[in-house]
């Protein structure tokens, strides 16, 4: 007889946690959660010309961008239209207002009970900004004449769907992060962005006859994703001492331990592209307000200016721009976290220090030269990133696929640290896991 082959690690992996009752029971979860979530995204608003809805998206390429996050939901004018955006922004609002506010400063300090607080606070505000960009939306879409209802008892029956649309879609991915597998609303946002697929698939069919362009256009998606696993990864180690002191035998003995401080070249991941994308999508958004049909004015400049879909030389402004906002909005987050983690304070404080540097003030400005050199690195990964769509569509001449980078770097972060998630959970059982 010959001897059994071995499973492939992967399946052999998903194998085992499949055979754990807790692990199979927190996957079944994420994945039924998600179903609900894609079931949400289809239960429309009253009072919507799906058709006139329709038609505007195929006009105005700014909704197209803004639907990234809804999965699909703002293009069916659902009540999840507005996803969990809403609550993105409050909590970046949030974690920038921290070392500004006194009092949310010292919530910070205070351990468990002060993050709990500071997340009941991003909860609340997430409610006014669901109701700012909800109406919005809604006015916007009452003066394209996508919505037929304009009368001030459906307006806002329709703004309350929508903030509880967005605060429901909040709460399931609370329930994965407590009873599922990885971060909620990550998962939520990634169950969005993945539910576009087959209409990706559909505009790749619509290319096929230019072969060799969709052909390096396959190829370049493939080393950008590459690329995301690459940077994502990638960390600068530095070593730590630590001495302490312990009591044995009625004597105090002197211990040192070694360990290093991973700093993560991209340590601010996806943030940096969401400031920049929501500052050059602004003014197209507010300008498109004013734009008269038939009537080509200021606005519809404007407009064209900041429309990623812009024919060229016009096109080149929004994506020079979005680039180098990227590479400084990665700088100023980075920079806002760096200081919010303390880092040289915390060693000082456990006994620990860089060999061959100071404690104190020396440690600080070493760690502070370390961070501004990867974050070079990390913030042009990020700019290139932002920008990948625009090359990959001018190499291969494919216009008819949209591919977004910002939704790729969500893809394969959440798919990483689910991953990590589950081989934590196998490791802890024993079991052999995904990554080796």
């Known amino acids: 007889m010959q001897p059994r082959q071995a499973k492939p690690k992967l399946l052999q992996a998903m194998t085992d946690a499949f055979s754990l009752p807790d692990l199979r029971r927190r996957i079944l979860m994420t994945v039924g959660i998600l179903a609900i979530f894609r079931f949400v995204a289809h239960v429309p608003l009253p009072g919507v010309d799906l058709t006139a809805l329709q038609d505007l998206f195929e006009r105005n390429a700014l909704l197209g961008m803004l639907d990234l996050f809804s999965g699909g939901a703002m293009r069916r004018l659902s009540v999840a239209a507005m996803g969990v955006y809403p609550y993105i922004t409050s909590s970046i609002i949030i974690m920038l207002l921290v070392p500004i506010i006194p009092r949310l400063q010292a919530l910070s300090q205070e351990g468990e009970a002060g993050r709990n607080k500071i997340n009941l606070i991003t909860h609340w505000a997430t409610v006014p900004l669901a109701a700012i960009q909800g109406y919005g939306q809604l006015v916007y879409l009452q003066r394209q004449g996508v919505v037929t209802s304009v009368d001030f008892l459906t307006t806002t029956a329709a703004v309350i769907s929508m903030i509880g649309g967005t605060i429901f879609l909040v709460w399931l991915g609370e329930q994965i992060t407590e009873y599922g597998i990885g971060n909620g609303v990550s998962i939520i946002i990634f169950g969005g962005i993945v539910a576009g697929l087959p209409e990706l698939v559909g505009q790749s069919f619509l290319a096929k006859s230019n072969f060799l362009g969709l052909l390096i256009y396959v190829i370049i998606a493939i080393a950008t994703v590459a690329l995301i ?108 976290v760096y200081q919010q983690q303390d880092l040289p304070g915390v060693l000082q404080r456990q006994g620990g220090f860089v060999p061959g540097i100071r404690p104190g003030k020396n440690t600080a400005a070493y760690l502070n030269g370390v961070i501004n050199r990867i974050t070079w690195a990390g913030a042009l990964f990020l700019a290139f990133i932002a920008v990948m769509p625009f090359l990959a569509r001018q190499i291969s001449n494919v216009q008819v696929i949209q591919l977004s980078s910002l939704g790729m770097l969500i893809v394969v972060g959440v798919v990483l640290d689910t991953m990590k998630q589950l081989e934590a959970q196998l490791v802890m059982r024993r079991y052999e896991g995904f990554i080796k």
């Open 229 to 336: 696993v690459l940077f994502t990864e990638a960390h600068r180690r530095i070593p730590v001492q630590y001495a302490r002191s312990v009591f044995r035998g009625g004597r105090m003995y002197r211990q040192s331990g070694s360990s290093h401080i991973p700093l993560r070249v991209n340590s601010s991941g996806m943030i940096p592209l969401i400031f920049a994308m929501s500052i050059v999508l602004f003014p197209g958004i507010v300008a498109s307000y004013f734009v008269t049909p038939g009537q080509p004015g200021f606005a519809d400049t404007v407009m064209e200016l900041f429309n990623p879909n812009a024919p060229m030389p016009i096109g080149i402004f929004y994506w020079v721009l979005y680039f180098l906002l990227s590479v400084g909005f990665t700088f100023f987050y980075t920079m806002v």
